[in-house]
């Protein structure tokens, strides 16, 4: 089904209104960081659930709700405070290849951002700051994201647009921090990056979907597809083309478009 210009336009308009609803929050990992009001807790709450989220939704939500309760459900509090004995019982932790020495690994690493680089967002930023894409902040971030030392396995938990990873679950945490439009499911809590700059999150629903609506030639769920399909989208909405993922992944999961 390949549906052009303005037809399209309002289909996906109409289909992002129908997603982007509070009720879509229930069933979504994004529910997990809603469960916080902090800024800190939020944005740590939704890197960890988005850093394991692939695999069923229920299952995505289970074991994000269980590092939820590892981390005393005060993930900013745990992270800057914790000791080496605070660690140990995330030795247990497990979601598919994510095993509990990356989990720990993570708090380390996140600990070294907020107590020494200022928080995820002014690492994002700070290539955006000085006129840099997100692919390139995505890139930074990465690297600074390592610096902590580590075991070789638990790089590929951290998507490396460089060598053309989606990096869908960063990209969606991205979408969770930085869009804003009172809907009540983006946070929006980032002020610093637009919208406008924002990637879509690609997974199968979404390049399906995609590929069927002509938005996206490529085969491959890979960095190169990502801009073709976000550069697709901001035909329609320049300003806010990340909107159209609920559309997009709507469409493919609930409606096996």
């Given at each position: 089904m390949k549906i052009i210009g303005e037809e399209l336009k309002d289909f996906l308009d109409r289909k992002e209104d129908q997603y982007n609803r509070p009720d879509f929050i229930t069933n979504d990992p994004i529910s997990i960081p809603h469960r916080f009001s902090l800024?800190?807790?939020?944005e740590i709450a939704?890197?960890?659930?988005?850093?394991?989220?692939?695999g069923a939704r229920t299952t995505i939500i289970?074991?994000?709700?269980?590092?939820m309760r590892l981390l005393d459900d005060?993930?900013?509090?745990?992270?800057?405070e914790s000791e080496p004995a605070d660690l140990e019982d995330l030795r247990s932790f497990v979601h598919r290849t994510f095993n509990g020495d990356d989990c720990i690994f993570f708090i380390l690493s996140l600990k070294n951002i907020y107590n020494n680089h200022g928080g995820l967002e002014k690492v994002f930023n700070e290539m955006i700051s000085q006129g840099y894409s997100i692919r390139d902040a995505i890139i930074y971030f990465r690297k600074r994201?390592?610096?902590v030392p580590h075991n070789v396995h638990v790089e590929k938990h951290i998507a490396d647009p460089?060598?053309?990873?989606?990096?869908?679950?960063?990209n969606m945490f991205l979408r969770w921090m930085v869009r804003t439009d009172n809907r009540g499911v983006d946070f929006g809590i980032w002020k610093s990056i637009p919208t406008a700059l924002l990637f879509c999150p690609l997974d199968v629903h979404t390049g399906n979907v995609g590929r069927k609506l002509g938005l996206l030639n490529r085969?491959?769920?890979?960095?190169?597809s990502v801009?073709?399909?976000?550069?697709?989208l901001r035909n329609f909405d320049p300003v806010d083309p990340v909107k159209y993922d609920f559309a997009l992944f709507g469409l493919g999961l609930y409606e096996k478009f």
């Open positions: 800024k800190e807790d939020i939704g890197f960890l659930t988005a850093a394991i989220s692939w289970q074991n994000a709700s269980r590092l005060a993930p900013y509090q745990f992270v800057v994201f390592l610096d460089s060598k053309n990873a989606s990096a869908k679950r960063i085969t491959s769920n890979d960095w190169v801009e073709e399909l976000t550069a697709s």
